[in-house]
């Protein structure tokens, strides 16, 4: 808590600039995240989407320096976070940010809980760790916990092991202990994605109402672009590595500007769709990112795409009027095709 | 339109139990997971049937003992008027050629020590329908169909992505020239953009080849605009069953209801507006499923007929079939 120096503005939360990730592996070295830069106000609600691959998890394990190294390495950036740049802080400092003040909820909560521990043994490590709670108190608040994140009976059900829960319950349990240190953020990665639907809707639920109660952050990291319709109010889209596209939920769906936001949103199957609408489908497939090309890494499978796209990267270019960013060349033909048709 | 039906498969009364065993030597059969309970519906020729549900509610067991990969514990298949129950060893794999699978994982269903080319092949080598150089001509032909160059043959499957293994898995599938195409989870284990890519061409192969298709996802959007009818099921049994736009529309059963109000439609506008119905806890283990109706134990408009008596799935009108005790055919529009 000592190192406070700079950057601390009122309602920043995060502030990510030029972060770069890179992978040294035996195939090459592969550029997971290319230089991203964006910021996450208190109490906001982020939805980062893109398809596996696009460096959407890898950002967020940045955040958490939980990337492995070797043969992982954060190259470039800053990451200010509560005015101190995680980036700069010793382990030992870094260890109370993790749990305490930033904590992740992962995809599989089968292989994020240990299953030779209670639910309940696993709640309470971190509020003794981090809080200095004794057991009864430690028991007391894992209990409050559980019942927080709607587990009926949750004292008894302290007690049971892993595999006493459900799916569902399990991913509850995950989000009691993320929130077991009333973070300030909640990464959120796939928290979903191993869920029946149904099971979905309940989890969604819960993390828009524990948001609103505690007011945390909350970032949301999905491939699933209906999920995040209906809960955030800004999105990430990422491709190979870049933000490709950042705005307003509402200007993201109605009015996407990057090709491949465009497509991406093409592709996907509407229950409300009208009878014999056909998907239209992204030609090839995400560059490899080992040997990324020099110009914009949509461009080879963009029906938009011209010289320039395959020589230079676009940088990100403010859509005026709208708080939305685009990294395209063509953006505002992109816009005039693609929302002309519409009309 | 009902004049012209013509019924490809018939199913009646399907059961699948897997037995429960306890003991190491000598093994006392405890009780039933009953996968597949009790499930009856038509595959109607050139139709695309949706099967839908959550993880264990059977549907992938339905598709599988359809083929008899598995063997049915009771009930009836007709595949094209032949009773498929009473076929033993070379009359059932000589029918077997007239339906065909695609797997789920892309990864784990092509076997890595063989080309291609010879992945595609082993259909027509083992039902001897072609040799030399007509069979090596069959398999270019059936990449081109696929989308892949015909060049891929001698490639081994690691050498693709995802997306084009799932073409593979396709172009062997359709190598026998089949009637029925059993499509198990053919999707869900891609991303958003080749999803779309492998739906579109299951569509346009369809309409060439006239195939029909049984279509088992989780995902139900895609379900619904894949399909042109669509069952529900829940816990081993279908809950309804009907047109893919009766379904959306006007969808009867509480479950289905539930269901449709989960899935999350990518537009912020419309997910403002909309009333989501939570479903509390989760579903019950196939092992011991509740008793009357399989829903009561989540049914958030259960009464008390519904954990004492099993509702009856009934047409209630026409072409739309729902096993539920609060719809009666009388009082639906």
């Known amino acids: ?343 | 339109m009902a004049a012209e039906i013509e019924v490809l498969v018939q199913v009646r009364h399907l059961k699948k139990y897997f037995p429960v065993t306890r003991g190491a030597i000598i093994q006392r059969h405890v009780g039933d997971i009953k996968a597949v309970d009790d499930v009856s519906f038509d595959i109607h020729k050139g139709e695309t049937l949706g099967l839908v549900g959550e993880t264990g509610s059977g549907k992938t067991t339905v598709g599988r003992t359809m083929l008899r990969l598995y063997e049915p514990t009771e009930g009836e298949i007709s595949f094209g008027g032949t009773d498929l129950m009473s076929l033993k060893g070379g009359e059932l794999r000589r029918m077997r050629r007239r339906m065909q699978m695609i797997f789920q994982d892309p990864y784990a269903s092509l076997n890595p020590r063989m080309t291609v080319g010879s992945i595609i092949a082993e259909p027509l080598e083992v039902h001897d329908v072609s040799r030399g150089k007509e069979k090596r001509e069959r398999v270019q032909e059936l990449l081109r169909v696929v989308g892949l160059n015909p060049y891929f043959a001698n490639r081994y499957p690691h050498e693709f992505s995802g997306g084009q293994r799932q073409r593979i898995g396709i172009a062997r599938a359709l190598a026998l020239n089949p009637d029925l195409v059993i499509c198990d989870e053919p999707i869900s284990s891609l991303d958003v953009s080749i999803q779309a890519q492998v739906v579109n061409l299951l569509e346009d192969l369809q309409s060439q080849f006239g195939l029909t298709y049984l279509f088992i996802a989780h995902d139900l959007s895609m379900v619904r605009h894949i399909s042109d009818r669509m069952a529900v099921m829940y816990l081993g049994k279908i809950m309804e069953l009907t047109d893919r736009d009766e379904i959306y529309l006007n969808p009867l059963h509480p479950y289905t209801q539930a269901l449709m109000s989960a899935v999350p439609v990518p537009d912020p506008l419309v997910e403002e507006k909309r009333q989501r119905i939570i479903l509390e806890g989760d579903m019950p283990s196939p092992a011991h499923p509740p008793v009357g109706c399989n829903f009561s134990t989540r049914c958030p408009r259960a009464i008390d007929i519904c954990s004492e008596v099993e509702p009856e799935f009934i047409e209630v009108k026409e072409g739309h079939f729902c096993a539920c005790h609060l719809v009666k055919p009388d009082q639906v529009a």
């Not at chain 1, 260890?95 to 709640?123: C, K």
């Not at chain 1, 990291?221 to 319709?229: C, P, R």
């Open chain 1, 1 to 343: 808590m000592s190192e406070h120096q700079g950057n601390r503005s009122s309602n920043i939360l995060l502030d990510i600039k030029n972060l770069a990730t890179r992978f040294y592996t035996e195939d090459g070295v592969v550029n997971a995240v290319n230089g991203i830069s964006y910021a996450l106000e208190e109490g906001g609600m982020l939805g980062v989407v893109g398809e596996s691959g696009c460096g959407k998890s890898v950002h967020a394990l940045s955040i958490m320096r939980l990337i492995p190294s070797p043969p992982g390495r954060i190259e470039a950036g800053e990451i200010w976070f509560d005015g101190r740049d995680l980036l700069k802080l010793s382990e030992g400092a870094m260890h109370h940010v993790r749990g305490a003040e930033i904590a992740m909820v992962f995809q599989d909560p089968m292989t994020s809980l240990n299953p030779v521990y209670t639910v309940g043994f696993q709640i309470m490590e971190a509020l003794k760790l981090h809080q200095g709670m004794d057991d009864a108190q430690a028991r007391e608040r894992a209990g409050e916990l559980l019942s927080l994140v709607g587990i009926p009976e949750s004292f008894q059900r302290l007690d049971d092991y892993p595999h006493q829960f459900s799916g569902g319950m399990r991913q509850r349990a995950m989000i009691a202990m993320a929130l077991s240190c009333n973070p300030q953020l909640l990464i959120a990665d796939e928290p979903t994605t191993a869920l029946d639907v149904t099971i979905q809707a309940q989890i969604v639920e819960l993390v828009v109402r524990l948001q609103e109660k505690l007011g945390m952050a909350v970032m949301w990291i999905t491939h699933d672009l209906g999920v995040v319709a209906g809960m955030a109010r800004k999105v990430n889209v990422m491709y190979a590595g870049y933000i490709v596209e950042r705005g307003n939920v509402k200007d993201i769906y109605g009015r996407p500007r990057h090709p491949y936001t465009v497509g991406l949103l093409g592709s996907l199957p509407r229950l409300d769709a009208a009878p014999g609408t056909r998907l239209i489908s992204i030609p090839g497939l995400p560059p490899d990112l080992i040997d990324l090309p020099t110009g914009c890494p949509f461009a080879a499978r963009c029906v938009y795409a011209v010289d320039q796209c395959l020589e230079a990267m676009p940088q990100l270019e403010e859509v005026e009027g709208e708080d939305h960013i685009v990294a395209c060349w063509r953006w505002k033909h992109v816009a005039e095709t693609h929302h002309g048709e519409e009309r």
